[in-house]
């Protein structure tokens, strides 16, 4: 009898503890607002709370390289606007001084803001993005246009990026997706001879000839049409990667809210619940102690 007892009594503390552990682990979920707490809580779905994790991680990483790929293309889109303005300056220019009526000391104010012009135009092919110049392929560190120190009258490509093959620049920005972010500076303003033909201005205007200014008119157009459709592309593709930007910030959104529901605890049912486990554990102490007490007087008996 004495062994019966002393069982009931142990089986009785025990599952009292118990209560009070599920009592303790509900108040601190409420208290904390998660539900998860350590691997034991929800083994079912702790994987799939990993597994969200590491989406949210790879979305913030593709959401920088979205960010560092817009900045990128936003100042070769300031590039180009400049020079495509640069372009119409030498066009103004050109067209001014091929008409008649100018005397020496006009052509010379005309050659003069050429010249201004070719050294805004080289600060244009030199931009800079975070201390990278973009239009110089690999070697971004290095400045793409170095102009010839002895008047000014020739420039050059870097000879250091003369013998780099064109790379292009690209971002990650979805699993296995990668986008464009950069342009060819050898073919916007090497190849396409812009700085030879606003020379060859320059020197028609210092020599007055009004012929040869004309001549170029065509040729300064036609470098101006590249740059801005140059601009048009780097807006594209602004455009699509901010389409890309959206798309990946409404997965997060879903995501979070997936995480928040695995995660987060629904307090007014685990209040409930909490309400319900306080009558049981009391229900139960009441009764333990009844028992107890039958087992005293059993015993004394």
């Given at each position: 009898m004495r062994v019966s007892n002393n069982m009931t009594v142990l089986n009785t503390i025990s599952n009292l503890q118990q209560s009070i552990r599920e009592i303790a682990g509900l108040q601190q979920e409420i208290s904390s607002g998660q539900k998860m707490r350590q691997?034991?809580?929800?083994?079912?779905?702790?994987?799939?709370?990993?597994?969200i994790r590491q989406n949210l991680a790879s979305q913030d990483q593709y959401g920088g390289n979205i960010e560092d790929?817009?900045?990128?293309?936003?100042?070769?889109?300031?590039?180009?606007?400049?020079?495509?303005?640069?372009?119409?300056?030498?066009?103004?220019?050109?067209?001014?001084?091929?008409?008649?009526?100018?005397?020496?000391?006009?052509?010379?104010?005309y050659a003069l803001k050429v010249d201004n012009l070719i050294d805004q135009l080289v600060i244009v092919a030199n931009t800079q993005v975070q201390g990278r110049y973009i239009f110089s392929?690999?070697?971004?560190?290095?400045?793409?246009?170095?102009?010839?120190?002895?008047?000014?009258?020739?420039?050059?490509?870097?000879?250091?990026?003369?013998?780099?093959?064109?790379?292009?620049?690209?971002?990650?920005?979805?699993?296995?997706?990668?986008?464009?972010?950069?342009?060819?500076?050898q073919s916007l303003f090497i190849d396409s001879d812009v700085f030879t033909h606003l020379f060859d201005l320059k020197d028609a205007l210092k020599a007055n000839d009004s012929s040869a200014v004309n001549a170029q008119i065509e040729?300064?157009?036609?470098?101006?049409?590249?740059?801005?459709?140059?601009?048009?592309?780097?807006g594209t593709q602004i455009n699509r990667l901010e389409m890309i930007k959206t798309f990946i910030e409404d997965q997060n959104a879903v995501l979070q809210n997936t995480l928040a529901g695995l995660q987060s605890t629904d307090l007014e049912m685990a209040t409930t619940e909490l309400a319900?486990?306080?009558?049981?554990?009391q229900a139960a102490l009441s009764c333990t102690a009844k028992v107890l007490q039958i087992s005293l007087l059993d015993y004394l008996s």
């Open positions: 691997i034991s809580d929800d083994p079912a779905n702790l994987w799939k709370v990993i597994s790929g817009i900045s990128w293309l936003n100042e070769a889109d300031s590039a180009f606007d400049s020079a495509n303005q640069i372009m119409q300056s030498a066009i103004d220019a050109a067209l001014s001084a091929s008409s008649t009526g100018h005397n020496s000391s006009d052509f010379e104010t392929n690999s070697k971004g560190k290095q400045p793409f246009i170095r102009q010839d120190p002895g008047g000014g009258e020739e420039v050059n490509v870097n000879p250091s990026i003369t013998d780099t093959i064109f790379y292009e620049s690209t971002r990650e920005v979805l699993p296995q997706v990668s986008e464009t972010v950069s342009f060819n500076g040729n300064l157009t036609d470098d101006q049409d590249l740059f801005i459709q140059s601009r048009s592309e780097a319900s486990r306080m009558l049981t554990y």
